[in-house]
């Protein structure tokens, strides 16, 4: 019987050790992977932004900055740390959602200096290098094409901590655990007439970012003097730049629906987009009831 124990308690370290060696082993996979063409998260309302009924005319917008308003910078860890809390390419993140929705036309403003800088080169080199003759063969540069609607705002919150807890246990020293951590970010977008600089429409959109982190472990004699101690875990954090990617691209399709209502823009297919509106005030009100629960509660 004791010889069967020990048999026993030996297959169980040897399986024990195969596969934390073999974790080990596969972990420099997980971490070096090619480069992939597009993101590598498809955010779950990008489907949605994208499938949006196409408008009669796609509007020219403006986009100079739209970055980070919220000054934080990452918790240290252990030494000094002045990374930020959040991207700093909130304006790419912004164009792009632009340009996928199919509804706008973004012009190059962020940018600015550097398109002009170059077209200043353009006529300079003609000037120099070309004679009277040559000249008026080349057509001159094209007016750059200006927008009728600027878009403003920020990262205006970005809440860490909001809710967390876990649960675990722990028996004769086998036990395990899962803990998990909310944090929030808060955007607003704007749309400005360029022509009398009113205000047109302002949207929020939040996302909320979850972390999860789960473990367990072992912790026991097997004989005397013969201790056995082993742990095992994983962490799960949803990246910060496709939450703010996400809640970027909530507004951007938010602000397409608020502006069709007071008359900005037009789709082609009215039938098609006013199941959009139905579904989209569908959303609002459940977030309404969901509010008040919790303001109840």
Not at 122 to 145: A, S
Not at 186 to 201: D, E, H
Request: charged share 25%.
């Amino acid at each position: 019987m004791n010889f069967f124990k020990k048999g026993l308690k030996f297959i169980f370290v040897a399986i024990l050790i195969v596969a934390l060696t073999s974790c080990a082993g596969s972990l420099p996979k997980t971490l070096s992977q090619e480069a992939v063409s597009g993101p590598e998260y498809i955010t779950s309302i990008h489907e949605d932004l994208i499938s949006l009924p196409k408008p009669k005319q796609k509007v020219p917008v403006a986009v100079y900055k739209f970055r980070d308003q919220t000054g934080q910078y990452k918790p240290p860890t252990g030494s000094t740390n002045f990374s930020t809390a959040v991207t700093q390419g909130a304006t790419s993140i912004l164009i792009k959602a632009l340009e996928d929705s199919g509804w706008f036309l973004p012009v190059e403003r962020e940018g600015l200096a550097n398109l002009l800088q170059e077209r200043r080169i353009i006529l300079q080199m003609r000037d120099i290098y070309l004679n009277d003759n040559e000249k008026k063969t080349i057509e001159p540069l094209p007016p750059l094409l200006y927008a009728g609607v600027l878009f403003e705002g920020g990262i205006i919150g970005y809440d860490t901590n909001i809710t967390s807890g876990g649960i675990g246990a722990k028996y004769f020293g086998l036990g395990g655990a899962v803990e998990y951590r909310v944090d929030r970010v808060t955007i607003y977008l704007r749309a400005v007439s360029v022509k009398t600089g009113t205000v047109l429409k302002t949207v929020q959109a939040t996302k909320v970012i979850l972390s999860k982190e789960i473990t367990a472990g072992i912790f026991r004699y097997v004989r005397l003097n013969r201790l056995l101690e082993a742990e095992a875990g994983i962490a799960a954090n949803e990246p910060v730049e496709m939450a703010v990617q996400e809640a970027i691209e909530k507004a951007v399709y938010d602000m397409i629906i608020e502006g069709y209502k007071i008359g900005l823009w037009e789709p082609e297919n009215q039938e098609e987009f006013k199941k959009r509106l139905e579904k989209y005030h569908a959303q609002l009100q459940k977030i309404k009831e969901r509010t008040n629960e919790n303001v109840l509660e």
